[in-house]
Antibody
Framework: EVQLVESGGGLVQPGGSLRLSCAAS????????MHWVRQAPGKGLVWVSR????????SYADSVKGRFTISRDNAKNALYLQMNSLRADDTAIYYC???????????WGQGTLVTVSS | QSVLTQPPSASGTPGQRVTISCSGS????????VYWYQQRSGAAPKLLIY???QRPSGVPDRFSGSKSGTSASLAISGLRSEDEADYYC???????????FGGGTKLTVL
């Protein structure tokens, strides 16, 4: 059974940092591109970042470029999102998602909540 | 403000057919496939339609997708109470080098 389990969310002050993790199981992790998608409270889905199969190619939404870094460890079946210089508008549930084919996110994690507040 | 425009809300009674629209541009939707996601309250999104009109296994055939020009639609026939959810369209945005989601449509089953 495919499973994606996020962790690492929590309360952080503006300007602070947080590292999210996504533990993957039930499939060959290294064969898939992976994404982070976030959802602010009561708002819609917003794409954050993506990474290719071996981690050599990444891209980011303009709102997080230069502050967030996506990475992966295929040996550990894990996806990461390092978030620096956090702002209040980064407050959201962060989901990791498996990319079967471009925008075809066929499996999602349950999400981890990041709250940026003083 | 998303580049994919959806109505904020839609509603229907059990058994009815409802459609949700998603309007984009020639560079988004016009040249790209459209995907639809369902998100029930408190849950993670779920893939509903891929590549405009394809249903993943396990998705009932009450759900169907279509695309014409720079717009796409999700149709739900035989509406059921469990269909009450938020629905999002999505497509690849080459200018973003990533996917873009519509603002979402909240479907209420009356």
């Amino acid at each position: 059974e495919v499973q994606l389990v996020e962790s690492g969310g929590g309360l952080v002050q503006p300007g602070g940092s947080l590292r999210l993790s996504c533990a993957a199981s039930g499939f060959t992790f290294r064969s898939y591109w992976m994404h982070w998608v976030r959802q602010a409270p009561g708002k819609g889905l917003v794409w954050v970042s993506r990474i290719n199969r071996d981690g050599s190619s990444t891209s980011y939404a303009d709102s997080v470029k230069g502050r967030f870094t996506i990475s992966r460890d295929n040996a550990k079946n894990a996806l990461y999102l390092q978030m620096n210089s956090l702002r209040a508008d980064d407050t959201a549930i962060y989901y990791c998602a498996r990319d079967k084919d471009w925008v075809m996110f066929d499996y999602w994690g349950q999400g981890t909540l990041v709250t940026v507040s003083s | 403000q998303s580049v994919l425009t959806q109505p904020p809300s839609a509603s229907g009674t059990p058994g009815q057919r409802v459609t949700i629209s998603c309007s984009g541009s020639s560079s988004i939707i016009g040249n790209e496939n459209v995907y639809w996601y369902q998100q029930r309250s408190g849950a993670a999104p779920k893939l509903l339609i891929y590549k405009n009109d394809q249903r993943p296994s396990g998705v009932p055939d009450r759900f169907s997708g279509s695309k014409s020009g720079t717009s796409a639609s999700l149709a739900i026939s035989g509406l059921r109470s469990e269909d009450e959810a938020d629905y999002y369209c999505a497509a690849w945005d080459n200018s973003l080098t990533g996917p873009v989601f519509g603002g979402g449509t909240k479907l209420t089953v009356l």
